[in-house]
């Protein structure tokens, strides 16, 4: 209930700060009537429809109403409905009502706000209105009082259309304008906020998302900052897993750029950020079209800063592709562009992707040289965010090599930068790494902790891909633990919403577990449909390492049904595919394979050829796995 505070004056009480007088000056006709209306409603249903697009202004008016001399037999009791799953307001209401307490001789009056959250902003007949115009009538006689309920316009707008009938009961609608510095401090806590997504949590990024919708819905907005509001909800909701509605923003916001040349910057960050929700989608030749486009535009206007950006960008995309060579030319460009302007935080995260590009190709010391490079760069110059990264990346480089010990080291000072500064996406991540090293260690509970850990940062942020990767691992930890059913439910769930964000990368490598799975429990047919719709996704989207792997998988699965030469075809396409891009952890895998069928078939001289190069790799790499392929390289020797 809310706290009055009475005066003598015609007016609201004296320490109103500048806000709400300024509220009071531009809404005096609208402020009038809603007395007016506020006044004569009987003490019954009577509903009026208040629409303020911004929180900071629908709560002046409030107290507006509250400290009013009018209001002094008023009691105002606010209602907040801001579940976005509500579906039966009038049963939250009628349960509300038994916990106030009633004070004499006043007209109780009840304030819903928070509606616009079940109403949302797009698809047809939002479950909340269905149900409002079903029950009309039964208002009457549970909910006899006067309902005033505030909603910004856009949800105005969708309630007379999806409950007419209830619409059809207001007894009058009061629209207040916005004072210009609520809408100047929305676009500080967005537009223009140096806060980063990733240290935001799902409420305060759908916080940031509403505001931003709410900028938006005002008329006076002008088209640069339309536009501008358009590319950061894209990039808000593509934060969140919501791909499509972060296409959309975008192309709303491109539509918005393309004919006005002194837009043009915009419009290449808007082509950047839409290059950026195509990479995640697995539509690699669309983004690097969008991408070459923001390029093109950033040269013609000079902005080198953002090229090196968006090089960058390119170049992950090509690594992804498996054109190594590529990349590596692309992120040397962006390089020399950050070393040219002295962009020192650009030069670091080159650096830290050359260093990944390296620790594929196998070249551990060249990789590890590149990170450190970086994370120097980034203590000098303070970025701890960057730092954190890196050593989460120098932590999977030593886990790779078999130095579990110095591999969780870097990754707990990574978590401890994480959790400083309350990054909680790489947070998430970092301890999903972990729990692959404790997964690898065979400590098979302590990873389910950590993955469990990283799955509840990840659901709290609506970080849908961290989710589906996380509930992956998790799949294959119960896997090892011969909980097969409880895998296949983790794995679908996974699959689930990979489909639902659109992640076809995702996608394809929960296929490719799936059909491990099944192959695991003899049902080969079925695991070689799995295997092939996930090979028909990496072949579509153009990702050749995966596309290695489960060629590797196929191989496997045709040499247990003793059908050799197919098998031997498919282990060869994936050799060809790993020699090209230069994974040297998987080409040894592959050769290992291609020798013991060679063995198998008793040409030992080809056996040879195999086993000898998979043995120096693996020893390069210091695999454990050099010893069992050393003594099959021996007995092959000793057959010959």
Known sequence: MLSKKHSNQLQV????????????????????????????????????????????????????????????????????????????????????????????????????MGLEKSIGLSGKYPPVLQDLNFVRDAFTNSVPHPILIFLPDHALMRLAKYAPDFWAWRKGIFYFQTVQSTQDLAIEKTIQSERILGSLDLPERQERIDLLERLLMEESTDVRTRANISKELGI?????????????????????????????????SVLHE????????????????????????????GNVQDKASTLHELAGIYANKGDVDEAIALYKESLEINERIGNVQGKAANLHELGMIYANKGKVDQAIALYKESLEINERIGNVQGKATTLHQLGMIYANKGEVDEAIALYNQSLEITERIGHVQTKAATLHNLGMIYANKGEVDEAIALYNQSLEIDERIGNLQGKA?????????????????????LYNQSLEINERIGDVQGKAGTLHELGRIYANRGEVDEAIALYNQSLEIKERIGDVQGKAATLHCLGYMYANRGEVEQAITLYNQSLEITQRIGNVQFQAMTLRRLGDLAEQQGEYTKAISYLQPALEILQRLKSPDAESVSASLDRVILNS
């Open 236 to 268: 808000a909701y593509g934060s969140i897993g919501e791909a499509k509605k972060a296409e959309d923003f975008l192309l709303q916001a491109l539509k918005l750029t393309e004919e006005d040349e002194n837009l043009a910057g915009i419009k290449a």
């Open 469 to 489: 990767a996380t509930l992956h691992n998790l799949g294959v930890l119960y896997a090892t633990k011969g909980e097969l059913d409880k895998t296949i439910a």
């Open 13 to 112: 009480t004296d320490d109103l700060n500048l806000e709400k007088e300024t509220f009071l000056q531009i809404n005096q006709q609208s402020l009038a009537e809603l007395l007016t209306f506020i006044d004569f409603a009987d003490t019954q249903l009577t509903i009026g429809f208040v629409a303020v697009n911004f929180a900071e202004d629908r709560n002046t008016l409030i107290e507006i109403l509250d400290n009013h001399p009018r209001c002094d037999d008023i009691q105002f009791e606010i209602l907040n409905f801001a579940d976005p799953n509500l579906r039966f307001l009038r049963d939250e209401i009628i349960r509300d009502l038994k916990e106030v307490h009633l004070e004499p001789d006043k007209k109780l009056v009840l304030v819903v």
């Open 274 to 301: 839409l290059g950026y929700i195509y990479d995640d989608l697995g539509e690699w030749d669309k983004a690097i079209a969008l991408y070459n486009q923001s390029l093109e535009i950033k040269e013609r206007i």
